[in-house]
């Protein structure tokens, strides 16, 4: 029996844990959108900054393909 409560108390504190967690992040999460909301320009901001990672990464990704349209090539060959 002590060894059941003894579990179930250990449950309930990692549980605990998880929540206060769990709040931290969707206070930080909150606090993000609020600024995004009430900041002047935040969603033009976001969009630039995906814009941006996006001009990044696609010249990779297509250099990507490039190679791997290459590689089929040479095995048809």
């Known amino acids: ?3 059941l409560e003894r579990t179930i108390v250990k449950k309930l504190k990692q549980k605990e844990a998880e929540i206060k967690s769990i709040g931290r992040v969707n206070c930080a999460l909150e ?3 609020r600024y995004g909301r ?3 320009g935040g969603n033009e901001a976001m969009a630039n900054a995906l ?3 996006l ?8 250099e990507g393909r490039k190679e791997d349209a290459g ?3 040479k095995f048809e060959n």
């Open 1 to 3: 029996m002590v060894v």
């Open 31 to 33: 606090e993000r959108v």
């Open 38 to 40: 009430t900041s002047p």
């Open 51 to 53: 814009r941006s990672n």
């Open 55 to 62: 001009e990044q990464v696609l010249p990779q990704a297509n």
């Open 71 to 73: 590689a089929d090539n």
